[in-house]
């Protein structure tokens, strides 16, 4: 069953607290992406990876932070840096951005 | 300013109507999504395209380069069919990787 898993499906974060949001992928792809979504806004772009051990910010990256130690795997930390973190994440991966599979997505709230 | 604009915003339809919802740009693409967002939050892939016209199944994109816009058309809608549509244009870097940017999208509801 090839496909993107995203773990939890609802995260609840406290004050001051660094949650971290899985993603893993088993289609073998070398790109995997990180994109938040917010009522009435589209998906930005928050870090992705090309290739293993190497990852790029993307327009919002403030309070993030990510690996990718495995291709399958992108994990994204959001630290307590972030202050705005409620919002719906979505991981993505493809060969590029002409394909991209997404994950059921994960959404976090602040207690 | 929002490189990616989608319309409408929502869109109500009773079963059977023929749906359009737009897509405009003002940024160089190389090519431009059409996504599916159901209620539980995943998104499909529906269309990539960089030019003309797909079809597959009761649903029809569009594309013209020249005037920046795309359409998605669904024919004989069908309450299954409501979920909101976004559209994610490909920008044209040159030569480099480049990444998607994301229209707000369109929230289609379909009444049986």
């Known amino acids: 069953d090839g496909g993107i898993t995203q773990s939890p499906k609802y995260l609840f974060r406290k004050e001051g607290q660094n949650v971290t949001l899985s993603c893993e992928q088993n289609l073998n792809h070398d790109a995997m992406y990180w994109y938040r979504q917010d009522p009435g806004q589209g998906l930005r772009l928050i870090y992705y990876s090309q290739i293993v051990n190497d990852f790029q910010k993307g327009d919002i990256a403030e309070g993030y932070s990510v690996s990718r130690e495995k291709k399958e795997s992108f994990p994204l930390t959001v630290t307590s840096a972030q202050k705005n973190p409620t919002a719906f994440y979505l991981c993505?991966?493809?060969?590029?951005?002409?394909?991209?599979?997404f994950g059921p997505g994960t959404r976090l709230l602040v207690l | 300013k929002n490189e990616v604009e989608q319309s409408p915003q929502n869109l109500t339809a009773q079963e059977g109507e023929f749906i359009t919802i737009n897509c405009s740009y003002s940024v160089g693409i190389s090519a431009l999504h059409w996504l599916q967002q159901h209620p539980g939050g995943g998104i499909v892939s529906l269309f990539m395209l960089s030019s003309g016209k797909k079809k597959h199944g009761r649903l029809i994109a569009t594309i013209n380069i020249q005037e920046k816009h795309s359409s998605l058309h669904i024919t004989a809608s069908h309450p299954r069919d409501s979920a909101v549509y976004i559209c994610a244009v490909i920008l044209n870097y040159g030569g480099s990787q480049g990444n998607l940017i994301f229209g707000k999208g369109t929230k289609l509801s379909v009444k049986p």
């Open positions: 993505a991966s493809g060969t590029g951005p002409e394909t991209q599979y």
